[in-house]
């Protein structure tokens, strides 16, 4: 690009090319655009949506006549601390309920994994599970 | 767990109270028997928890655990074991006739855009957009969620829609196509606030005008800015991502969000092989290549940079490497100065410079594991005795080890104005590079 | 000044040294180039620069040097009087569709799509406030240049083109007071941000809960690209190779990392209220530096039951620049922590992250900041630089030179106990309600 070529990209005339002095005058800002069109045209849009699946419902399963005798595993599913807080809670049932059997079970792979072993063993040995799954 | 017939209560704390009954309901059990304690539970010691079990669910008020019991005892009622099909509610498949005006401001208002001004997708446009690409406009080019939820599928024309919203031309259109066809969503929806980038190779750079020199990362270029954007709307409107407390649970969000850090490698000016070669295209392919992680920052701080009449580019990238976590891999951004500084230290291969960053960057054993997601995502790992990580996990804490398995785990791209020698470091993992003459 | 003077610039600036001339009021000043670059190049090197030829005219360097001071001056270059900068006319006439694209093709913009700035859009901007459409308001540059100057009615334009609504005009007008620029001519890629206290933030529903750094709501989307807007058209800013010299750019200046502080969910006195502000009151501060880090990737995070933000926020700072200040963004999750650990304001924990953030004299040399603008105060006498320069290399010193480098915000959706952590410095807080 050439010196004249720049020059005229800063708005300065070649005529004007010599000058000695300058100010910004008018900063770009100043314009505002006219919409030739009418405003109030009308238009349509389309939807930018994708297509979600519909959802299968899922029946939940009988629930217990009383937890009194039962066997029901606490899952913790990585999140930090939250181990702890069902120790606590396999505590609070050692207490409240001692005829409960309590399990403490920490699900394998990090917490957006699945651990098919941990729900087989859940099904043949529980009656019920409380899972921590968010911190 | 309900599925195998065994009752269960989840438990999330409170900030997940939204999250969790709209993720039951995605799941289909709409009615699912939810608790929930305070918030937060890390940090708080054994005695801080009990009381929490021992409180209130701060969302129903009730005593914690009589809900946990009368959630696994009390009879269910008909509407909790209703079986059948649900369907999704997305709106019409056009919206208006109204004005330019107020069609604005109703995709503002419903979730559809970032919130800044879009171009509104009218059919015209839309169609002009569609001409970008021989790609049949009802081809299904994809699947994509946002985290583990029910995957949202969406055609050419989808597509398109969002490519005209973000302000990009129809000569970009293959790439935006290229970009929703991986199915990965630039909006992830965990806790930790991620970023998202693409490298983009071949002569559409400089066909479309791409930025790859003065300000390459910055807002100086049509494509660079409408198509990382494009890709967040892409995120939001066909893979349902980027809803605050939904599908997104960023707990401060991460500002590099609105572009997706777009990086036209330069490959006219830098030394070394450019990245889709390096991926096994040829030079005349386009390529765009995705990276998922934490963030980009620059190289000023690093040590060793001051030697100004000698700097040391290989330390100083080393250097910064010192506060990244190894769950992301690093995705180090060279303006063509500083290749040629390196080429002359005599690293004329990137595979060079990777392999003596991966030598030579180590930590402690010890430093390693204190790191919050090598412990959520890589101890899991390590358990299971893969490795590295099983040995990472064994050896004393004083051990020295590598911050990646693999030098591969380092990628090296060139981008900038040559006005300075400075380089960039992003904590971000390669995911994929799709091509995009395929979507021509 | 009267000497006749020959700059030496490289030839990777050229196009900026005639263009810099030309506003400096030189359009034919006798410019020389050396080839680029020269930063890392040893002196038999640039021995050859000085031996060889200009790489843009071609003829033998030091020959061009010596007759620039000497051959006597033209007509046209002795020539004084006043130029105006065009910049267009008042008002353009065309389609929406037409327009869109002329504004985008002549720079007005960041590149992304624009509501168009009509008569009725921009006076609907102005009823936001209170002032006067003509007020001249301010003066901005991008770098060494000439200040442009503008009005309320020019800010109201990049505000509409922003995206914004009338409400958010008077933090524009506030931040356009200021003159400072979100897009700077350095090489290097120098990222901006902005806090926002008081009240306005519920009024103008900024988003301060999850994702509040990311494009959630609309206030925080497009007041922060209002100010690039802004530092384009009416600083004069972010033309590259002219006012914009960043080599590598900045992903953040899209944005300008727009932080509204979560006052209600913190356990410490709000930004605004440390500034000297009343709480009622409604402040914009801005800060300028280099980025953003993430704080879940620090060291001693993992440490489950006992998480130390303390120790961690000073192991992100470890690949900091001094030369910036560290402007600490902690999760509301993340401050109350802290104060259970005692630091039960924002200044005891800057006390701590001061004190206990250090590295070696050496490193502390070996960082090119340092060298470039701590040493030549060191020479001068100014300290801290004078002592640490004057200290043996294995002195472990402050990584910050003082405690006021530190600043701490809290904002965030506690969904997670991280804090961010930016190398960046504050600048200045303005009231927003004296431009309401």
Not at chain 2, 413 to 433: H, W
Not at chain 3, 9 to 17: R, Y
Not at chain 3, 318 to 346: H, M, N, W
Request: hydrophobic share 40%; net charge neutral; with cysteine.
């Amino acid at each position: 690009m050439n010196r004249r070529k720049l020059l005229s990209l800063l708005g300065m005339s070649p005529a004007l090319l010599a000058g000695a002095q300058m100010e910004a005058q008018q900063p770009k800002a100043a314009k505002s655009g006219k919409v030739a069109a009418a405003e109030n045209a009308q238009f349509e849009a389309l939807n930018p949506k994708g297509s979600p699946p519909p959802v299968k419902l899922i029946p939940m399963a009988p629930r217990l006549d009383s937890v009194h005798g039962k066997t029901i595993y606490l899952v913790d599913t990585g999140f930090m601390s939250g181990g702890v807080l069902l120790q606590q809670m396999q505590i609070w049932f050692n207490k409240n309920y001692p005829d409960v059997t309590v399990v403490f079970r920490k699900k394998a792979g990090s917490y957006m994994e699945d651990d098919p072993p941990l729900w087989k063993e859940i099904k043949e040995k529980g009656n019920a599970a409380i899972m921590a799954i968010g911190h | 767990m309900e599925k195998l017939g065994i009752p269960s209560v989840p438990m999330a704390t409170k900030s997940f109270a939204d999250l969790a009954k709209s993720n039951a309901s995605k799941r289909g059990m709409p009615h699912i028997r939810a608790c929930f304690t305070p918030h937060p539970v890390w940090g708080k010691t054994a005695e801080q928890l009990m009381a929490y079990v021992e409180g209130n669910d701060p969302v129903s008020g009730k005593p914690l655990m009589q809900e946990i019991i009368d959630g696994l005892t009390v009879p269910l009622i008909a509407e909790d074991t209703k079986t059948g099909m649900m369907d999704v509610n997305v709106g019409p498949p056009v919206y208006g006739p109204d004005t330019l005006d107020n069609l604005q401001i109703h995709f503002l208002n419903n979730g559809m855009t970032d919130f800044l001004p879009i171009i509104i997708p009218t059919p015209e446009k839309v169609d002009a957009m569609l001409k970008g690409s021989s790609h049949h406009p009802d081809e299904v080019v994809g699947k994509m969620a946002a985290g583990a939820f029910a995957a949202w599928t969406f055609t050419v024309r989808q597509v398109a829609v969002n490519a005209v919203m973000a302000g990009c031309e129809p000569e970009y259109f293959p790439i935006l196509l290229a970009v929703a066809s991986s199915g990965m969503a630039a909006l992830g929806s965990s806790t930790s606030s991620f970023a998202y980038s693409m490298v983009i190779n071949g002569p559409i750079r400089d066909k479309l005008n791409m930025n790859y020199t003065i300000g390459a990362m910055g807002p100086f270029a049509q494509p660079n800015a409408t198509i990382g954007r494009a890709w967040t709307l892409i995120g939001k409107n066909l893979g349902n991502g980027g809803i605050p407390g939904d599908t997104y649970m960023g707990s401060q969000g991460n500002n590099t969000n609105y572009n997706n850090i777009v990086i036209a490698e330069n490959e006219k000016d830098s030394l070394w092989t450019p990245y889709h070669v390096q991926k096994g295209f040829k030079p005349e392919d386009n390529v765009v290549s995705l990276f998922a992680g934490e963030d980009i920052r620059q190289g000023h701080g690093a040590r060793g940079a001051g030697v100004l009449e000698n700097p040391m580019f290989d330390d100083q990238i080393s250097d910064m490497f010192r506060t990244l976590t190894s769950q992301f891999d690093a995705l180090v951004i060279c303006d063509p100065l500083t290749i040629k500084r390196l080429v002359e230290q005599g690293y004329d291969t990137k595979e060079k410079l990777t392999d003596w960053l991966w030598k030579n960057t180590m930590r402690t054993a010890k430093d390693y594991r204190d790191s919050a997601f090598v412990y959520t995502f890589h101890y899991p790992r390590a358990l299971r005795g893969e490795e590295p990580y099983a040995t990472w996990y064994k050896c004393p804490e004083g051990t020295l080890i590598p911050y990646w398995p693999k030098p591969d785990n380092i990628v090296l791209v060139c981008a900038g104005g040559q006005t300075n020698p400075f380089f960039q470091v992003g904590n971000l993992t390669y995911r994929v590079s799709v091509s995009i003459d395929k979507w021509m | 000044m009267g000497i006749p003077s020959v700059p030496l610039v490289t030839k990777a600036f050229k196009d900026l040294a005639i263009l810099n001339a030309g506003k400096r009021g030189m359009p034919l000043e006798r410019i020389c180039f050396t080839p680029h670059p020269v930063w890392g190049k040893t002196p038999e090197e640039l021995r050859v620069y000085v031996d060889g030829p200009d790489p843009i005219t071609g003829k033998p360097l030091m020959k061009e040097v010596v007759d620039g001071l000497t051959v006597p001056l033209s007509a046209d270059e002795k020539k004084t009087g006043i130029v105006s900068v065009s910049v267009g006319p008042p008002t353009f006439t065309d389609t929406a569709e037409n327009l869109q694209e002329f504004y985008l093709n002549n720079g007005y913009t960041d590149f992304l799509p624009i509501v168009l700035p009509t008569q009725e859009k921009v006076d609907a901007m102005l009823k936001g406030s209170s002032h006067h459409p003509d007020e001249v308001i301010g003066k901005m540059a991008a770098g060494a240049y000439p200040p442009w100057t503008y009005t309320v009615r020019q800010v109201a334009a990049s505000a509409v083109m922003a995206g914004c609504r009338p409400e958010y005009f008077p933090i524009l007008l506030a931040i356009a007071s200021t003159g400072i620029a979100s897009l700077f001519s350095s090489t290097n890629s120098f990222a901006f941000s902005m806090i926002i206290n008081g009240p306005i933030r519920d009024k103008l529903e900024f988003n301060y809960g999850i994702g509040a750094l990311g494009p959630f709501a609309q206030a925080n989307a497009t007041i922060g690209r209002a100010w690039t807007i802004m530092s384009k058209n009416l600083g004069n800013g972010g033309i590259p190779g002219d006012t914009y010299l960043g080599s590598v750019g900045n992903n953040l200046n899209y944005n300008n990392v727009v932080i509204a502080e979560n006052e209600e969910a913190s356990p410490w006195d709000p930004f605004h209220v440390q500034r000297g502000f009343k709480k009622e009151e409604n402040v914009v501060s801005l800060f300028r530096g280099l980025g953003v880090v993430p704080g879940q990737v620090a060291r001693g995070s993992s440490v489950n039951t006992s998480p130390m933000f303390d120790a961690q926020l000073s192991d992100l700072f470890s690949t900091f620049t001094g030369f910036f200040g560290a402007l600490v963004i902690a999760d509301p999750l993340v401050a109350v922590r802290l104060k259970e650990q005692g630091y039960d304001t924002k200044e005891k924990l800057i006390d701590w992250l001061y004190k206990n953030t250090t590295q070696t004299v050496k490193d502390y040399k070996g960082r090119n900041y340092s060298y470039l603008f701590e040493y030549p105060q060191a020479l001068q006498g100014v300290e801290p630089f004078a002592t640490w320069y004057k200290l043996p290399d294995d002195a472990v010193i402050p990584h910050f030179p003082r405690a006021s480098s530190f600043n701490v915000v809290v904002t965030g959706g506690q969904t997670n106990a991280y804090p961010q952590a930016a190398n960046m410095s504050y600048g200045v807080s303005v009231s927003i309600d004296k431009w309401m």
